[in-house]
């Protein structure tokens, strides 16, 4: 069966400092991975997707940037964080190919920005 | 393109009475259709999806959903509301690309 991890599961950062989240997919090969942010309150936003290592298509330009260094790896990182960074992060995964495209998440990454 | 709309970002059930959550969405082509749960401060988990294969699905936690292409909805309901059925849920659409289209989520409040 398929598990996809997240870590850390919670993190607090001074505003300015970098970020690296990450997120991994075991049980399964060359998925479909996607980054959400969730604000308090707020739906789902889908930041980063990637179809494949190295391919990263971004939705919403902003302070974030997502890499793929390894096909089940999913990595999200920022430089500098801003205030408004502040949420919950949820990775997702779905099989390639799958034309209902079923996506089944992380436990996901409280961020609080301070 | 594809969108979804939840109708009420608030419901409130009696424990043992019907939960009906509204789901209208919008696709240029035939969608495939999910509900979601959210329990506080976790992921996200499937209770549903619509493929095509038949209108009136049934999910986990004895919630089912029907596609209504004249309607162009997708409503969730369950018989009987549980106190462990407050969360919140939110809605889907894939259309013809690998994303999916969330809908903005509606918190079910349980009442004892």
């Known amino acids: 069966s398929q598990t996809i991890h997240q870590w850390p599961a919670t993190l607090v950062q001074p505003v300015g400092s970098p970020l690296s989240l990450e997120c991994t997919v075991e049980g399964t090969s060359n998925p479909n991975l996607y980054w959400y942010r969730q604000a308090a309150g707020r739906g789902l936003q889908l930041l980063f997707y990637s179809v494949g290592i190295g391919q990263i298509s971004s939705e919403v330009p902003q302070n974030l940037s997502a890499s793929r260094p390894q096909d089940r790896q999913f990595i999200l990182s920022s430089k500098k964080l801003l205030l408004s960074d502040s949420g919950f992060y949820l990775c997702?995964?779905?099989?390639?190919?799958?034309?209902?495209?079923?996506?089944?998440f992380g436990p996901g990454t409280r961020l609080l920005v301070l | 393109a594809q969108s979804v709309t939840q109708l009420g970002s608030h419901v409130s059930v009696s424990e043992g009475a019907l939960v009906l959550l509204r789901c209208n969405y919008s696709?240029?082509?035939?969608?495939?259709l999910f509900w979601y749960v959210q329990y506080p401060n976790q992921g996200l988990q499937l209770l549903l999806k619509y493929t095509s294969a038949a209108t009136l699905v049934k999910g986990i936690n004895g919630f089912e959903a029907e596609f209504k292409k004249s309607e162009t909805s997708f409503h969730l309901t369950k018989p009987s509301a549980h106190m462990s059925d407050a969360a919140e849920y939110f809605c889907?659409?894939?259309?013809?690309?690998?994303?999916?289209?969330f809908g903005t989520g509606t918190r079910l409040t349980i009442i004892p």
């Open positions: 889907a659409v894939k259309g013809g690309n690998e994303k999916l289209t």
């Open positions: 997702a995964w779905t099989r390639q190919g799958l034309a209902s495209g079923t996506q089944y």
């Open positions: 696709s240029s082509v035939p969608p495939y």
